[in-house]
T-cell receptor
Framework: AQSVTQPDIHITVSEGASLELRCNYS??????LFWYVQSPGQGLQLLLK??????LVQGIKGFEAEFKRSQSSFNLRKPSVHWSDAAEYFC????????FGAGTTVTVRA | DAGVTQSPTHLIKTRGQQVTLRCSPK?????VSWYQQALGQGPQFIFQ???????QRGNFPDRFSGHQFPNYSSELNVNALLLGDSALYLC????????????FGPGTRLTVL
């Protein structure tokens, strides 16, 4: 069965610094991969998705992710973090349903 | 264009009771999926409805049941509530042909005492 693993439970980053969140997937075929963000008390918002083609994917809010088949990874990056980026981030893989990782909590310090 | 809406926002029940949560999909969408998100965890797939039928189901007991109406809205019913059912319940809608693109509602926070 398809699954994703997010190795980092919690990351703290300074405002203006770069951010990278890790995601490793397990899937036999070419996966459909997603990153979602969840602010406190909110639902999930799609940041970006990868289906095929170009391995560097651009998303909303200045985020990007790179698909690396050789490493079974789909890491999320942002060059310069804003205080509003503090949230929970989920990586997910899709078959007929979304299978989510446990999430990474991002704290932004001033 | 309204997105996915869910009601109620919050709900408090006691063990053994039954609860019904409601979801209205994004305009034009015909498929609804339900997820349970326990505190500190990622969402877990409960089931998916299309054409008023349960199409797929995750690893949840029969106490969890659902329904989809002709207007594509959906209900999630949970019987014999347990403390462990306390969670955020998320509804997601999509087109049947594009279940890879799901749009989420804000969720219903269920607390079981």
């Amino acid at each position: 069965a398809q699954s994703v693993t997010q190795p980092d439970i919690h990351i703290t980053v300074s405002e203006g610094a770069s951010l990278e969140l890790r995601c490793n997937y397990s899937y036999g075929a070419t996966p459909y991969l997603f990153w979602y963000v969840q602010s406190p008390g909110q639902g999930l918002q799609l940041l970006l998705k990868y289906f095929s083609g170009d391995t560097l994917v651009q998303g909303i809010k200045g985020f990007e992710a790179e698909f690396k088949r050789s490493q079974s990874s789909f890491n999320l990056r942002k060059p310069s973090v804003h205080w509003s980026d503090a949230a929970e981030y989920f990586c997910a893989v899709n078959d007929y349903k979304l299978s989510f990782g446990a999430g990474t909590t991002v704290t932004v310090r001033a | 264009d309204a997105g996915v809406t869910q009601s109620p926002t919050h709900l408090i029940k006691t063990r053994g009771q039954q609860v019904t949560l409601r979801c209205s999909p994004k305009s034009g969408h015909d498929t609804v999926s339900w997820y349970q998100q326990a505190l500190g965890q990622g969402p877990q797939f409960i089931f998916q409805y299309y054409e008023e039928e349960e199409r797929q189901r995750g690893n949840f007991p029969d106490r969890f049941s659902g329904h989809q109406f002709p207007n594509y809205s959906s209900e999630l019913n949970v019987n014999a509530l347990l403390l462990g059912d306390s969670a955020l319940y998320l509804c997601a809608s999509s087109l049947a042909a594009r279940v890879d693109e799901q749009f989420f509602g804000p969720g219903t926070r269920l607390t079981v005492l």
